[in-house]
């Protein structure tokens, strides 16, 4: 494998779709192959290596790298941490000069993990700098290292989408009646809200559930979610939510990589509940909110730290189905929102952004 000025690596396998590597992990994406792309762009020699395989090839590579960037572990199911631990380990063994070429990017706070804990407590105090996706992590990562800490925006990703407000109408019986009798669906009128995420981001979902029925009674909802299958998503789909005419409908679609686009095209908001008091959780980056106001989609969402500076493109509060009726009733205010946050997103989420970023943690001015 030939070297490259700048190497980037994940412990997720990459894969081809459509001529463009990706991955299914959003911090495999978001922090090594869209930067990557970027500095390629502005004609940086820049590549992004899995180290799921043989590692023998990527050794080669990162001898002749300037920098080298140890990107967000992902924990395996036959090894947890120890295998991407373990990869990297051997790695940095190959590295004399750690402290002028390493770079390590962390995007989750797993550090109550022991063995987690334990690879970062033993290999940050000997880097050039450590990346970050939020102030919270950030502060969490400074008791391991004297190293410098940095705040890293993730690039946005997909294409940008036209700001669109929701045109809902309220249905009256008789009319939802008529519409059955002649075979209309009632999707003419749903708000159609979309949730994408990890497994681990359903049961916020999960929970917000009854408080959408009692809503749906109000105006009929579509809820599309975007992540992978399990029985507690397959739950959702009961007969009572899956019926044309049905006051809240759920329906589940695969994530891919090419999922995305279509998914927030066809939407009128953007959910995103969490657990947003647990400080796990306010370790997480904005990534989400980005990618909808980047879709040009108006994003309800619950009120996590990392959220705040976009809180007025956005929604953000403890009761979400307010935020869905305060952006039905709201069009005109919905589209300036989502105009201002794409342009706030420019400043500092657009991949040409993200890459000078990267570029002034790998040759820091003082």
């Known amino acids: 494998m030939k070297s490259a000025e700048y190497l980037f690596l994940t412990s997720a396998p990459l894969f081809d779709v459509g001529g463009q590597i990706t991955a299914y992990g959003a911090s495999a994406r978001l922090g090594s192959i869209v930067p990557v792309r970027a500095l390629g762009r502005l004609g940086y020699d820049a590549r992004a290596v899995s180290v799921a395989g043989d590692l023998a090839p990527v050794e080669a590579a990162l001898r002749g790298a300037k920098r080298i960037v140890f990107g967000e572990m992902f924990k395996t199911r036959e090894a947890g941490w120890a295998g991407p631990a373990g990869a990297y380990r051997t790695l940095l063994k190959e590295i004399r000069d750690a402290q002028e070429r390493v770079v390590f990017s962390i995007a989750d706070d797993h550090f109550a993990d022991p063995e987690f804990a334990a690879f970062y407590r033993e290999t940050l105090r000997e880097c050039l700098a450590v990346t970050a996706v939020s102030p919270t992590l950030a502060n969490t990562v400074r008791a391991f290292t004297p190293r410098p800490i940095v705040v890293a925006p993730e690039p946005t990703e997909g294409s940008r989408g036209v700001p669109q407000a929701i045109a809902a109408r309220k249905v009256a019986a008789p009319l939802a009646w008529l519409a ?62 899956s019926g044309e005419d049905s006051r809240l409908r759920a329906q589940f679609v695969p994530w891919s990589p090419l999922a995305m686009d279509s998914a927030i095209a066809s939407s009128d908001l953007v959910l995103i509940p969490s657990d947003y008091r647990d400080p796990v959780k306010q370790a ?79 040759h820091p001015k003082n």
């Not at 994408?196 to 009854?210: D, H, M, T, V």
């Not at 749906?216 to 007969?239: F, G």
């Not at 990534?287 to 990392?306: D, K, S, T, Y």
Request: net charge positive; charged share 20%.
């Open 180 to 241: 059955r009798r002649v075979g209309l669906t009632m999707d003419h009128w749903r708000v159609r809200l979309l949730w994408f995420g990890y497994p681990q981001n359903q049961p916020p979902l999960l929970g917000l559930i009854p408080a959408l029925e009692d809503y749906a009674s109000k105006y009929p909802l579509l809820l599309t979610c975007v992540t992978s299958r399990t029985s507690a998503i397959e739950a959702l789909a009961t007969p009572a939510r």
């Open 284 to 362: 997480k980056s904005p990534n989400r909110l980005v990618a909808g106001l980047h879709g040009g989609r108006f994003v309800v969402a619950h009120p996590l730290p990392p959220y705040a500076p976009y809180g007025e493109f956005a929604w953000l509060g403890e009761d979400l189905c307010q935020g869905i009726d305060w952006a039905i009733r709201h069009p005109r205010e919905v589209v300036e929102r989502i105009a201002r946050g794409q342009a706030f997103i420019d400043e500092r989420h657009s991949p040409e952004v993200v890459a000078r970023f990267w570029l002034d943690v790998f």
